[in-house]
Each structure stands twice: as structure tokens, then as C-alpha cells.
């Protein structure tokens, strides 16, 4: 049973992890999209790309769009 709970707890470690580089990515995202905005780069009504933006961030498209949902509901 030890080892079981040990598999546990390392399954856990992992996530928490995961979930701390995920934010941290999508908050890399919404400072660069919200310094974008802010200094006009981008103007509003802008067609925003995902894929353009997670390239242009070195991100996957996940905390592109995390970003933008953030941003929107601001």
C-alpha cells in the first residue's frame, strides 16, 4: 500500500507542477497580448490569431487562448 501512496502523491506533485507552469505560460500570454493592446500594437477589433500568437510567444495555442479569455472578460 506505501508504494501506491507514494505513486500518489508523486501523480500529485506532478499536477500541481503542471498546473504552475500552465498559469505561469498563460500569464506569459496575457502580458504579452495585454502590452500588445495597451500600446496600440494591436487595435481594437483586431482579428486575433491563437497559433500566430503562441508562435510570436513561444507558447502552445492552450495559454494563448486562456489569455484572451481573461482579457475579454476584463
Do not use: C, D, W
Not at 501512496?5 to 498559469?23: A, E, I, P
Amino acid at each position: 500500500m506505501e508504494l501506491a501512496g507514494s505513486s500518489n502523491g508523486l501523480l500529485h506533485r506532478y499536477t500541481m507542477v503542471f498546473q504552475k507552469r500552465s498559469s505561469t505560460l498563460t500569464e506569459r500570454a496575457y502580458e504579452h497580448i495585454r502590452k500588445k493592446l495597451l500600446s496600440g500594437e494591436l487595435a481594437p477589433g483586431t482579428r486575433l490569431v491563437n497559433r500566430a500568437l503562441a508562435k510570436e510567444i513561444g507558447t502552445s495555442a492552450i495559454p494563448v487562448r486562456e489569455a484572451i479569455s481573461r482579457l475579454i472578460s476584463e
